[in-house]
């Protein structure tokens, strides 16, 4: 009988080892796995931890904050300078229209996998995506992104991971979707990031990307950032060089249900560098929230004629856009031939 037990444990022991040696080497769990759990043990499941206060990214040094100082040139120059400009983008779109449309691979370093949209990247693995004829991807390692289009738009969704982007092309021609939300591209260069949970951390470094979710919206500047979170709006950009007192208010106001408090210490915390921050927060509180926003605000960037406290509480859009293109940082704040150059910065990978 013992001989006969001793002998099933063999047989069963080595089949075991077979079937461990025909387990996946990596397992990832779904993105929502976490949040079908968690009600179940404490009735609401948690937020994504902040990925970082100042982003540092996995791309060598990464983009250190930085302000952007556009050129200043008397009036008499700017004919020429436009000229000069409007040459180089002929000779640059004439050289980049011989590129093929549609996604490729142009470069790669390290592992990676590519196969029905899905590109993979290992550990050590890093490959960088020809966009059409609009610019470029990075895609960092450890990534998951999965290729969902070319025409008559770009789009790709990033799962996990992070990935940098330079694109020259009229707005909204290119998409990268999160779990969390839309990233819209205006025109620019910026790091977006994915953790576990499918929350994200965007920086744009040239131009401006809108955070979209449903009909909320965020409309990020260079050198400024923003998180996102599933299941909610996308959080309010902050800058650079904001406070980390502002920033760790912000997040605590944004997903961490901080209410009054953590409104009351944004404030107290805002300086010029952070009107687009208040900008946005307008319309995210009300009543007396609202009023302390606005007062903050006229106080750091007075608003332009014709815009009143009772417009703007009443959040009359006009109003607001006119505040908008008046902030500074904001795309209204800068000259058409400085957009232009930091499209074609962008364009050609200048930073």
Known sequence: MN??????RTVSDAELAVRVKALPREIEPPLGLWREIAPRLSGAPPLAAPLTASPRWAFG???APAPFAPPRTRWGMRPALAAALVLCLAGVAWLRLDAPSGWRVARASGPYT???GRLATAPTGRVRLRVGRIGEVDVAPASRVRLLSARPDHRLALDRGAIEARIAAPPRLFYVETPAATAVDLGCA????VDSLGGSLIHVALGWVELRRGGATSVVP???SAYTRPGVPPGTPFADRASDSLKAALYRFDFLR???SALAAVIRSATANDAVTLWHLLSRTS??????VYRRLAVLAPPPAGVSEARVGALDRGALRVWWD????SPGTLPWWQRAAVRLAAWLGVF
């Open 258 to 260: 901080g209410g009054d």
């Open 114 to 116: 590519l196969a029905e």
């Open 190 to 193: 910026y790091t977006l990031s």
């Open 3 to 8: 001989l006969l037990h001793r002998k099933r």
């Open 326 to 329: 008046a902030l500074p940082g």
């Open 222 to 224: 260079f050198n400024m």
């Open 287 to 292: 009543g007396t929230a609202r009023q302390a």
């Open 61 to 63: 040094a990464g983009l």
